[in-house]
Nanobody, 122 residues
């Protein structure tokens, strides 16, 4: 069974940085598009960033210039570097995987991690 396990969440002050990682197992990592979603309390789950199997990248407008998505194929790991964090970035962040980029971007990905909490507060 495919597993996606996120790590790296925590509490950070506004303007700070965090790096999330997602370790994928039982998946041919370089044949999947991957992405990050987030969900704040009482809000819908929204796409943060996505990367295709050909390294085409898409960001939500709210994180452009602050967040960077990357993939380490050798280690089957997806990363999200988050800089200049704002209180509105507070959410549970989910790693997702799908055979297609459209599957990731549309939120109907085949595989989801359990989520990691990111809290931005002073």
């Amino acid at each position: 069974q495919v597993q996606l396990v996120e790590s790296g969440g925590g509490l950070v002050q506004p303007g700070g940085s965090l790096r999330l990682s997602c370790a994928a197992s039982r998946i041919v990592f370089n044949e999947y598009a991957m992405g990050w979603f987030r969900q704040a309390p009482g809000e819908q789950r929204d796409l943060v960033a996505a990367i295709s199997r050909y390294d085409k990248i898409h960001y939500a407008d709210s994180v452009k210039g602050r967040f960077t998505i990357s993939r380490d194929v050798a280690n089957s790991t997806l990363n999200l570097q988050m800089n200049s964090l704002k209180p509105e970035d507070t959410a549970v962040y989910y790693c997702v995987g799908s055979p297609t980029m459209s599957g990731v971007v549309s939120g109907v990905a085949d595989y989801w991690g359990q989520g990691t909490q990111v809290t931005v507060s002073s």
